[in-house]
């Protein structure tokens, strides 16, 4: 199993562009969810999915889209790339959602100028 | 509203000897704690575990322990070694749908 994997590892975007961050699991888990990572505020919860077709807001969802197709990808959409987006953004994917553990991507480093 | 404190954020401590990083949280729903490693440029990755019905897990040189009256719990690695050198993150679920990571501790074990 390659477990959950992301693509790309590094981008670097301007200000207003748009670009969709890949994420992919082969464990069949129903639960898929997006962190960003910023210096001294640990992990934060942008948008996550409890199976295919749905969707939910977590803790950071402003200026990012999500939907869920398939079982397999949850990808991550950055509508007009700001500043402040710039993090280190994680999918994760677990068998069920917050009592059971997370695995996590390898992780995209995005920086936005 | 619901939260998880860790301490210290920075911790060094020689080779060998033994580290603890202590949790607490504000949600007395929750019922499971785990606890993840992440190495410089990787994504967390689970160590171990604990659930509110067990009090105390080990796993060879880690352990965790449960206070649920008090809420909090604490991460001990024991015999550290330069592998252990990592950023560590508690985190507490207060529901099935819901889990909350304390901001994470970075581990320098000195040679």
């Known amino acids: 199993n390659a477990g959950v994997t992301q693509t790309p590892k590094f981008q670097v975007l301007k200000t207003g562009q748009s670009m969709t961050l890949q994420c992919a699991q082969d464990m069949n888990h129903e639960y898929m969810s997006w962190y960003r990572q910023d210096p001294g505020m640990g992990l934060r919860l942008i948008h996550y999915?409890?199976?295919?077709?749905?969707?939910d807001q977590g803790e950071v969802p402003n200026g990012y889209n999500v939907s869920r197709s398939t079982t397999e990808d949850f990808p991550l959409r950055l509508l007009s790339a700001a500043p402040s987006q710039t993090s280190v953004y994680f999918c994760?994917?677990?068998?069920?959602?917050?009592?059971?553990?997370?695995?996590f991507g390898p992780g995209t480093r995005l920086t936005v100028l | 509203g619901e939260n998880v404190e860790q301490h210290p954020s920075t911790l060094s401590v020689q080779e060998g000897d033994s580290a603890v990083i202590k949790c607490t949280y504000s949600d007395s729903a929750s019922n499971y704690f785990p606890w993840y490693k992440q190495e410089l440029g990787k994504g967390p990755q689970l160590i171990i575990d604990?659930?509110?019905?067990?009090g105390e897990k080990k796993d060879q040189r880690i352990a965790v322990t449960l206070n649920k009256t008090a809420k909090h719990f604490s991460l001990h690695i024991t015999e550290t070694q330069p592998e252990d050198s990592a950023v560590y993150f508690c985190a507490a679920s207060p529901r099935d749908d819901k889990i909350i990571f304390g901001k994470g501790t970075r581990l320098h074990i000195l040679p």
């Open positions: 999915s409890v199976g295919a077709g749905i969707t």
């Open positions: 604990i659930r509110s019905n067990v």
């Open positions: 994760a994917s677990s068998y069920l959602f917050g009592d059971y553990p997370q695995y």
